[in-house]
Each structure stands twice: as C-alpha cells, then as structure tokens.
C-alpha cells in the first residue's frame, strides 16, 4: 500500500516507526526525509552499472540484473539492522519517485509480516512539498532580526535566548557556514536541498503566532541560497540591534574563529580576493598579523578595514525599524547572558 501525503505537515507526522530511503547512499547523502535510515536497494556502484545496462543494453536486462541485487541487499539488510524489529514494528519505505526500489523493498519486508508501506512519489512528492513551503507559498511566521556588527556573538546568543522559551532559527548552524569571508566550517556545508529540508523541519515545528529571532544575513551564505520565502520575510522584518565595544568584537571574533585564523596560509588564501576592494597595503597588513600570531591585532583590523565599512554601507539603505536597541560591554558568557535577557524582554513586549 502506498501513503499519499499532501503536505509537509502529515509527512513530518508520519506516524511509522522508522523511515527507510532505500535511494543509494549519495541520493541519500544530498537530501533525505528528516529521521529516515538509509538501507539502499543499490549500492552507488550497483546504481551506476544497472543505468549502464539500462541505456546501452535494455531495459530488460537491467530490470532483470537489478532484481537480483535488490533481493541480495534487501536480504543482507533484514539479517543486519532489522534483525532485532519484532513483528509489530511499521517501516514507510521510499525510493526517488515511489517506484521499483521502494515497491521491491516493501513487498519483501510485508511478506515477512511487517506492516510496511512506501510512500506514493518518493523522495519527489516530499521535495516538492518542501519547496512549496519555501518558495511558493507565503511563511506565517513573524520573524525579528538579531542585527549588529560582525563580532557581536549574534550566533551563540540564539541557543541562549531558545533556552530562554524564544523561538529561533541559526541559519548559519543549519548552513554550516559563518557567513563571512573566513566563515568555512569544519566537515564543509549541506547540499542546498538538505539545508532547505532541515530549515523546513525548523519552520514546520515553530508556532506562527509568536516572534522568530533569525540573525540578520544576506541571501547567501557561504554558496547556500537562503529560499524566497524566508529572505522576504527577512527583508521586511523589524529588527532588534546588538552593539559592544569595538575591543570586546575583536576578542570574541579572535576566539569564536581562531580555527580559521590560527593558520597563516588559509588566512593569505582567503583575504587575497579583497586586494582589489581594499588595497595591497591593507591585506598585507592583514596577512602580517596572521603570521605574528596577534588574532585579536588582526580581528580588530578587519572590522575597522573591512567588516564594519560594510556594514555601515549596508545599513545606510536599510530602513526597517528598529524594536531595540542593546549595548553590552563585554561579550564573554556574562555579558552574551545579559543581551540575552535583554532580547528576550524586548520581545516580550510585541
């Protein structure tokens, strides 16, 4: 039997026990049902040779040979990780379009007497429901941006104010990405459609009637695309402002990107495309400071060469309002926990 979910909500709520992709592990590896195992039907080597046998020989033949493997692997998975399922356990069951992988896959777990079922369309029918949630329809949520200079902790303030009971979403956490220049992260970013599969799930298990704190960012963040919808509702968004002294930016960027600016040589790399917005002078000073070691010397001279200069251009043709406007001293756990407190009474008050 085939389930036919027509929003995101009923398959975010499925109700089965375990979501099973039985697409190959690189399908599996660029986007998934949020929760879903990967038990392929195919290997990517088994994949690749039935395509071949399927455009050069028949598509009889790759039917046939593929069969054979689908079997052998359904086998090798029933006596490994479902070993320990008992008879009651539900598994949904998809493929790419909701077709002979998945339909195989089902039939042979039903014939053992599991109560499974695949989903009708596969992956597609549920990419397509993420992208209607994302560019076509219009989003109920009410977001409010966290803005203010680079190096003001805006993305280790989020946790603290979810803590706190307000609603967040860390696009740069979800895009695995700082969103600046040096803002690469350990392990690399998400496909663009896993990042919108896992900002989906974030926006499905908000409650549109109360506030969304989302830091303020441009539409792209490292080469992710923030979708339509969401960067609409970023642009008209009111805004709560977050300042601190130039000093305390610096020593909180030298230590929340010392990863990156620890090694000279990513550092030269990475600057040198902004010789041509500021000058041979400035990288090289920059590139200086990297090599002497002097992380909060060089932070501090790329917000006042740099990130600030930027900043100030942008803000200069913004003119959403602003709900708040908070200064802290420090941006050390003390002070991030005042902002926080301070954010979230801001809120409190819309």
């Known amino acids: 039997m085939a389930q036919n979910f027509t929003s995101l909500h009923a398959i975010l709520n499925h109700g089965f026990d375990t979501v099973i992709d039985v697409r190959s592990p690189a399908e599996f590896a660029e986007d998934h049902i949020p929760g879903a195992i990967n038990l392929p039907a195919l290997d990517n080597a088994q994949r690749a040779e039935i395509g071949t046998i399927y455009k050069q020989v028949s598509a009889f033949d790759a039917r046939k040979k593929g069969a054979g493997m689908v079997v052998r692997n359904v ?60 560019y076509d329809d219009p989003l109920p949520h009410r977001f409010v941006l966290l803005d203010g200079y680079t190096g003001t902790a805006k993305t280790e303030i989020l946790p603290r104010l979810a803590a706190r009971g307000v609603q967040v979403i860390d696009l740069e956490g979800l895009a695995q990405h700082r969103g600046s220049l040096l803002g690469e992260m350990p392990g690399g970013q998400p496909a663009q459609k896993a990042f919108e599969t896992a900002l989906a799930a974030v926006l499905h298990g908000l ?144």
């Open 75 to 134: 086998a090798d998975h029933v006596d490994g990780p479902l070993r320990d399922k008992d008879g009651s356990w539900r598994p949904l069951v998809y493929c790419w379009r909701g077709g002979q992988r998945s339909g195989v896959f089902t039939t042979l777990l039903s014939e053992i007497g599991w109560r499974a079922e695949k989903v009708q369309g596969g992956y597609t029918s549920f990419r397509r429901l993420v992208k209607t949630a994302l």
């Open 207 to 350: 409650d549109p009637s109360r506030p969304v704190i989302v830091e303020a960012e441009s539409s792209k963040i490292g080469r992710i695309i923030l979708p339509s919808g969401v960067w609409a509702n970023m642009l008209a968004a009111p805004r709560i402002m977050l300042q601190a002294p130039l000093q305390a930016r610096a020593r909180y960027l030298a230590r929340a990107y010392r990863d990156v600016i620890i090694d000279p040589a990513v550092v030269a790399a990475k600057l040198d495309p902004l010789r041509r917005v500021r000058g041979h002078a400035v990288v090289d000073r920059w590139i200086d400071l990297s090599r002497q070691g002097a992380l909060v010397d060089l932070s501090h001279a790329l917000m006042v060469d740099h990130y600030d200069p930027s900043y100030s251009k942008s803000r200069r043709i913004d003119a959403r309002d602003v709900l708040a406007d908070i200064s802290v001293q420090t941006l050390d756990d003390s002070g991030q926990e005042y902002a926080a407190d301070a954010i979230a009474a801001a809120l409190s008050r819309l």
